[in-house]
């Protein structure tokens, strides 16, 4: 369903589905399409306070998603709100999410503070964290609150990166210490394919010693996405990273690359060798007004990096011309 009949849609019913893991909800609109919403860590900020300790907020890793109904990354929805609350022992602190979706970091505002009493700062951690609330509202969404239960993922990651060795995506992340750890799957998703599962490595069951797992995959594509799972040994799923690879092998690229999908603050542009003159990019909101336009002299190594920090969340058509060349790709602006 295009994001044009979604918008005719207005506040009919809400379908709710099951939480489909500890740390996640997904919420559905009345044209079938959902958003999923995830909390993928928490850490309490903790101050030692004449030899106790205190925490008042708290920093909350998410993700958050928009598919349809077959499970394919769609548009965002428009949403009209989306706050969230999280409980850590007897402290209650409310947090903001973009609307628009993508993932990373944000703060929750200060509670009245706790205190733990031993003077442990190590003490306290996400393990006091016990449910996470979410107030969402948007097209086809009434304004409602859902639930769900937060649990500290069961292995503590200390470290997750990629690179590119001999034409294959080389996966490397270690954790500090597992519990119940059965096994990590890895996926894989090629442009705005679907995420298919393409392996799996056998985890350390509980292990507080630090454990490092390595994957390779060959690549077949400029842009490749990948993301990693942990399962327990009762079978619940946690996501704990995800990467993205870009493959400059020349044959392959015969159109320009963007990334990264969501952005932040800037993206990057991968032009092919056939994009060698005076280049223009423009960048235009979902109903086709233009928010910027940025032109460049050809690169060296065909990339160039573009400033969208005052970009509002939202999903973003970008145009690139060059000579003869036309090429129009989408973005989503978190």
Excluded at 137 to 154: E, H, M, R
Excluded at 180 to 186: A, D, L, R, Y
Excluded at 234 to 252: A, L
Excluded at 278 to 306: R, W
Aim: glycine share 8%; charged share 15%.
């Amino acid at each position: 369903m295009s994001l044009k009949n979604i918008l005719s849609i207005l506040f009919l019913s809400l379908l709710i589905h099951p939480i489909y893991s500890q740390n996640s909800t997904k919420v559905y609109s009345s044209s079938g399409d959902y958003v999923e919403i995830t909390v993928l860590g928490v850490d309490l900020i903790v101050t030692p306070t004449g030899g106790d300790c205190t925490f008042n907020r708290a920093e909350i890793d998410y993700k958050i998603s928009f598919h349809n109904s077959s499970g394919t990354t769609i548009s965002p929805i428009t949403l009209y709100t989306l706050q969230g609350t999280i409980q850590c022992d007897n402290s209650i602190m409310s947090f903001s999410l973009p609307k628009g979706g993508g993932s990373g970091q944000t703060n929750t505002s200060t509670s009245g503070g706790h205190s733990f009493i031993n003077g442990n700062c190590s003490g306290y951690n996400a393990s006091f964290c016990t449910q996470v609330k979410i107030a969402i509202s948007g097209v086809g969404i009434p304004y409602q609150t859902v639930s769900f239960n937060y649990s500290p993922l069961p292995v503590e990651l200390i470290d997750f990166s990629a690179e590119i060795i001999n034409n294959h995506a080389s996966l490397t992340w270690t954790t500090a210490q597992e519990t119940n750890n059965s096994h990590f799957e890895v996926f894989k998703k090629i442009g705005d394919e679907a995420w298919k599962q393409i392996g799996t490595v056998q985890g350390h069951g509980t292990s507080y010693a630090n454990h490092t797992y390595n994957f390779k995959d060959f690549l077949t594509s400029t842009l490749t996405y990948y993301s990693i799972y942990q399962v327990d040994m009762d079978g619940s799923r946690n996501h704990i990273g995800y990467k993205t690879i870009v493959f400059h092998q020349k044959q392959n690229l015969n159109k320009p690359v963007l990334y990264p999908n969501p952005f932040t603050n800037e993206f990057t542009v991968t032009l092919p060798e056939t994009y060698n003159k005076s280049t223009m990019i423009q960048v235009l909101n979902i109903e086709g007004k233009l928010q910027m336009s940025y032109t460049s002299k050809a690169t060296e190594n065909g990339k160039l990096t573009i400033e969208g920090s005052e970009l509002a969340p939202g999903v973003y058509y970008i145009k690139i011309i060059s000579g003869d060349n036309v090429f129009i790709g989408n973005l989503i602006k978190s």
